[in-house]
């Protein structure tokens, strides 16, 4: 059984790119979310020795002061990182001076030529000895190129762009099919030349040489993701919610072929980040049948074929992996690994050329497997392992703190079940979402419920109003009365460190901030004013959304939550058993709201509160994040006619029936 809510590490290849952009930008970048995997750590070390100013790599934050680059005192190391040499070429290629590049064991047997090669086209003075590293490049004044590459490769793309923009230099760059485009998305965030013309990737440097300094925050990496997905996919029941995934399209070929094989993979709290796509998944357990996986579609989920192969082991079927020759050349042997190791453990693989056929078994997987070293084999066959009846032996665990070093914890924690103090019995959390548009009675009906229920009651308003407190007392409302923003990171980062969370007291959630009980602060009329500012930041509402699923996933009740709010059933809770969403004519609400603040209820008044709520309903059902909508498997309560303790008694009734006993 899987449950919960994990957060993958940040996305590797974006933190790769972000890191040596800011070292070679104007000023001081800030940069949130990265991995701090070794990979990346690889990068920063090289980025170090050519002058960059970086601070401690760590996910909260990572400071970078760029420069201009300066010549090493020693030969640069990249560890067991492909991508950092690989684009360590291109930035290398557009300075002057002489740098050489090494790595450990596993990277000096893996090829550069496909990246040397065309730098040399562009005028870089690159000595090598055999197809990899050390190599030494002699950088300088440089020429435009345009290129077709042979290999769809966002390595070698990623490296010609670096060299275009570091040499100031046009780069034309043409593939057989279109790569992770990471690179092109930040130079395009950054203000920097790059666009796309007949199908090609075009840079053109404009006049201005220098990147300014930058605030980025990299999402979760969806290779990290994949794993999580396939463990829920392979249980036996129950669900897990995937948060701040990048679905960056260039990228979600594993999903693609995931739901051609019978699972399904639901995008919710679609948002930007740095000009990437941003979502929370939502994956079940699903039957698995057999497909076949074209060489168009390798590019967008190469790194995905480990943990591919191995759903395919469990699939009804045969599956093919067609022209995946490239696993051979990652850290491993890839391609042939995969079905050596599938063969230890049960099941029928073979590599015909550059092709792979998996045949699936229901029979348990048992046996021992080589790693070699590789961390995604390493994870493949760990969430192998987690199959009923099998018995999975790894050869090394230490690989996988490369891309995603908290791994074996989030996989044990998805695992775990949550049970109340009884042991005889097995009790997840049970959830009542009710939903609405202002002032609908979404919190006086959903505390009522609780109560008639015996049940805890959390109230999401209550935590962006909390949040909104501890903006306006730490951060100063003096920008916000004219008009300025407050940044979304910078508030998130409040509400962290301060901290801003929800206490369970009794039967009822209660917001506190620094530890003090804030539930009649927030309530005043100065929140009020500025927390809908702050609600739509969508930094903000993924933080919200997250606290909202720990501080209920954190709870030992036999009974269950009532939760309300606007996005409670759609997205912070779409597992819940029990969705309502209640409504009510804007005259009826209106009439209601005048009253609750004690002011007379005159036709003229009602009248102008009814147009002010139909305004905010349409804001909040068109707004890009979240917006305001029934989940499509919700109760619709129309409560225009019905008093307070008559749209509760439904509620209750509705909760007694979905909840027998």
């Not at 008093?643 to 209750?652: A, C, D």
Request: glycine share 10%; charged share 25%; with cysteine.
């Amino acid at each position: 059984m899987v449950s919960g809510v994990v957060r993958p590490p940040g996305d590797k290849s974006i933190s790769h790119r972000v890191l040596m952009l800011a070292a070679v930008a104007r000023g001081r970048s800030e940069l949130t979310g990265l991995l701090t995997g070794d990979d990346v750590r690889s990068s920063a070390r090289v980025l170090r020795q050519l002058g960059a100013d970086i601070s401690r790599i760590q996910e909260s934050g990572v400071s970078v002061a760029g420069s201009r680059l300066r010549a090493p005192s020693s030969r640069l190391n990249c560890g067991n990182s492909g991508t950092t040499a690989r684009l360590m070429c291109g930035i290398l290629a557009g300075q002057r001076f002489a740098s050489t590049l090494t790595g450990d064991a596993s990277l000096r047997r893996r090829p550069m030529r496909r990246v040397t090669e065309p730098l040399k086209q562009m005028g870089a003075d690159i000595k090598e000895r055999g197809d990899g590293l050390p190599l030494t490049i002699r950088g300088g004044t440089l020429r435009g190129l345009t290129y077709t590459s042979p290999v769809a490769s966002a390595q070698v793309k990623s490296a010609l762009l670096f060299a275009g923009l570091t040499g100031q230099v046009p780069v034309t760059i043409r593939e057989p099919y279109r790569s992770r485009d990471h690179t092109e998305r930040l130079f395009a965030h950054l203000g920097l030349g790059i666009h796309e013309r007949d199908g090609a990737i075009v840079f053109e440097p404009s006049h201005r040489s220098n990147i300014p300094a930058f605030q980025l925050s990299v999402p979760g990496d969806p290779s990290s993701a994949a794993f999580l997905v396939a463990a829920a996919v392979l249980a036996d029941k129950g669900e897990l919610i995937i948060e701040n995934v990048g679905v960056n399209p260039t990228r979600t070929g594993f999903v693609v072929v995931l739901e051609r094989m019978g699972a399904h993979v639901e995008r919710v709290n679609l948002r930007d980040a740095g000009g990437e796509p941003v979502a929370d998944l939502v994956v079940r357990p699903a039957n698995l049948r057999g497909t076949e996986v074209t060489a168009a579609e390798i590019p967008t989920l190469v790194d995905e074929v480990p943990i591919l192969a191995v759903l395919a082991s469990r699939a009804r079927g045969t599956t093919m992996f067609r022209e995946v020759g490239e696993l051979r050349v990652k850290e491993s042997n890839r391609l042939e690994l995969i079905a050596a190791n599938l063969r230890a453990v049960g099941v029928k693989a073979e590599v015909h050329g550059n092709d792979l056929h998996i045949e699936g078994t229901e029979t348990a997987p048992r046996g021992k497997v080589d790693t070699a070293k590789d961390h995604r084999l390493a994870m493949a066959f760990a969430v192998l392992g987690t199959v009923d009846g099998a018995k999975v032996t790894l050869s090394e665990r230490k690989s996988v703190a490369i891309s995603y070093p908290n791994f074996f914890a989030d996989l044990r924690r998805m695992h775990a079940r949550r049970t109340t103090h009884d042991a005889r019995r097995t009790m997840t959390v049970r959830v009542i979402a009710i939903d609405g548009p202002a002032a609908s009675g979404k919190s006086s009906t959903a505390g009522q419920v609780a109560e008639r229920l015996g049940w805890a009651h959390l109230d999401s308003g209550a935590l962006y109003r909390a949040l909104t407190l501890a903006a306006l007392d730490n951060l100063g409302e003096g920008g916000r009365r004219k008009g300025e923003e407050w940044p979304a990171q910078q508030v998130v980062d409040l509400a962290g460190r301060l901290p801003v969370r929800l206490v369970l007291a009794g039967n009822s959630f209660r917001p506190e901030v620094a530890g003090a009980d804030v539930e009649q602060a927030i309530r005043g009329e100065r929140v009020t004013r500025f927390v809908s500012v702050v609600a739509a930041m969508p930094e903000v509402r993924t933080w919200v959304n997250t606290q909202q699923r720990r501080a209920v996933g954190g709870m030992e009740v036999g009974g269950g939550v009532v939760v309300d709010g606007r996005d409670i059933g759609t997205i912070v809770f779409p597992e819940a058993p029990l969705k309502v969403f209640l409504t009510a004519t804007p005259h009826e609400r209106a009439r209601r709201r005048l009253f609750q603040r004690g002011q007379a209820v005159d036709v003229e008044l009602v009248r102008r509160e009814s147009q002010a709520l139909e305004a905010r309903d349409a804001a909040d059902s068109n707004r890009r994040v979240a917006p305001l909508k029934p989940a499509q498997d919700a109760v619709l309560l129309d409560t225009t006619a019905l008093t307070l303790e008559e749209q509760v008694t439904r509620v209750v009734e509705l909760a007694r029936a979905r909840f027998p006993g």
